[in-house]
């Protein structure tokens, strides 16, 4: 055999071997190795017990090309504050409230989002949130933004965040100049 197909042959086993491994720590973390795209991850509890809050949830690509298209980024490591607007349980309920609130808001441009909690440090995990996402603490509680979440959910607060998650979310300062009302300038 000559050395060049040998070499070859040798990459080729320590790539299936980098796989498999990569695979069983996956599996050893309780990390699913293969899921759709479009359904979170879970595990059902035992009865009387708590639901784990370091379930897996992978993104969904509609959530994600939402999130991009009206400008999100990654905002890893840093701090926002949110106007949390709904907390559901399930990813489905949250979509289900934002897409319900979206025809309340009439020509205005919406910057509201869905996550899961267990993607800020600073709110409680094992939640779906309905959001919109602010550098300024005053901007975010202007009366004008608490109100819109209104139209989302009932008791929209701000809250003190910091992003765990390299998911795009549009932060509304990022998306264009604002005048000091809040409103996005022409």
Not at 24 to 51: C, E, F, K, M, V
Not at 101 to 106: L, N, Q, S, T, V
Not at 135 to 150: I, S, Y
């Amino acid at each position: 055999m000559r050395r060049s197909t040998l070499l070859i042959l040798v990459a080729v086993a320590l790539v299936c071997v980098a796989v498999v491994a990569g695979l069983l720590l996956r599996a050893s973390r309780g990390t699913p190795i293969a899921s759709s795209p479009s359904a979170p991850t879970t595990s059902t509890p035992a009865p009387g017990s708590q639901q784990s809050t370091d379930t897996w949830y992978p993104p969904t690509a509609d959530r994600i090309a939402y999130a991009r298209r009206i400008g999100g980024v990654s905002h890893m490591g840093q701090t926002l504050y949110v106007i949390l607007a709904a907390t559901e349980k399930t990813e489905a309920a949250a979509r289900a409230r934002l897409d319900a609130a979206i025809p309340k808001f009439g020509d205005t441009e919406l910057y509201y989002v869905v996550q899961k909690s267990d993607n800020f440090k600073g709110l409680p995990p094992g939640d779906w949130i309905v959001i919109e996402c602010y550098r300024d603490r005053a901007h975010a509680a202007l009366k004008e933004n608490l109100d819109f979440g209104r139209l989302v959910g009932p008791d929209p607060r701000v809250v003190k965040v910091v992003v765990e998650t390299t998911e795009p979310i549009p932060v509304y300062e990022d998306l264009g100049p604002s005048d000091a009302s809040g409103t996005t300038a022409p």
